[in-house]
């Protein structure tokens, strides 16, 4: 990323923190109402003295650990569901219908479903989260498969290779792009249910901390669970996305611009241009290579 778009993120939070506190210090109180809103210094002194107690780490490391486990699983199932949904017509009729029943329920609304299944309510969370994860993962994972052109397959096929090595040569690698789309959701996704549902029925957690400040009327705490929410969220789809660079290397990356935000033009020496190259048709093609007949005398 360059120096300017680094600037330009930068300028924008910024502007965004410096626009929440002159409305807070103004108590501006029109259509909406700031004059509850708690400024951005009190905002940054609850984070300052919240980042120094255990609690704090406590609940950020039970509720990394609720989104790893869970996604995880939903990634791992996901996508085995989303391959078997799109390659088998047994499957897709079998377990079609379900994800496609199940697939419209809201993630959150399935808490009282997992209380009365789980014995445990942090089994309950993880599988609420799981849940939020796994049918973003599903759909995407079934949409990339099905888009796959069947002449790779045809030709490890035709070689002598078996399914097993057209599913791991030609079918997952094939379906990365897509795969790591449904990821993306899916972890974004986690982290709005995860935290919903820490705040009905955890016992720590940032969800459940932020909710406890919010019933005591702690302001300044609440925004700070809301910027610790957004952060980690940011981290962690962040990681997802490099993880899926990592993993599609072998796809074409947009060029870099110039500096006139332009894309560099390919040079080409005038005596050297070919028919590829200069985009000419067949016909030039011919006229390259077919020589010139010299009048007979």
């Not at 030709?155 to 399914?163: D, K, P, Q, S, Y």
């Amino acid at each position: 990323m360059s120096g300017g778009r680094r600037l330009l993120r930068a300028a924008s939070l910024t502007a965004a923190l410096g626009l929440w506190q002159l409305l807070t210090s103004w108590d501006v109180n029109l259509w909406l109402r700031f004059e509850q809103f708690p400024t951005v210094g009190e905002v940054a002194s609850a984070f300052a003295d919240r980042v120094t107690t255990g609690p704090y780490w406590q609940d950020l490391g039970h509720s990394l650990r609720r989104i790893v486990v869970g996604f995880v699983l939903a990634a791992v199932v996901g996508v085995a569901v989303g391959t078997a949904v799109a390659r088998s017509r047994w499957a897709a009729d079998l377990l079609g219908p379900l994800v496609e029943v199940v697939r419209p329920v809201p993630a959150i609304a399935l808490v009282p479903v997992a209380i009365l299944l789980l014995p445990t309510n942090e089994q309950g969370i993880v599988f609420i989260t799981f849940t939020a994860a796994f049918f973003p993962v599903v759909v995407s994972t079934r949409h990339a498969v099905r888009a796959l052109t069947p002449v790779w397959e045809e030709a490890v096929l035709t070689m002598g290779g078996g399914r097993l090595r057209v599913l791991f040569s030609v079918v997952l690698p094939g379906a990365l792009p897509g795969i790591f789309g449904g990821l993306s959701v899916g972890i974004g996704v986690s982290w709005i249910c995860v935290i919903s549902a820490e705040m009905i029925s955890g016992e720590y957690g940032v969800g459940y901390r932020t909710w406890q400040d919010y019933t005591i009327v702690d302001y300044p705490g609440v925004f700070v669970g809301m910027a610790t929410i957004g952060v980690l969220g940011w981290l962690t789809s962040t990681a997802v996305e490099l993880l899926g660079r990592r993993a599609t290397s072998w796809l074409p990356r947009p060029a870099a611009r110039g500096a006139a935000g332009a894309a560099p033009r390919p040079a080409f020496r005038r005596a050297g241009r070919t028919p590829a190259a200069t985009g000419a048709g067949p016909a030039a093609a011919v006229r390259t290579t077919v020589p010139r007949k010299e009048p007979v005398p």
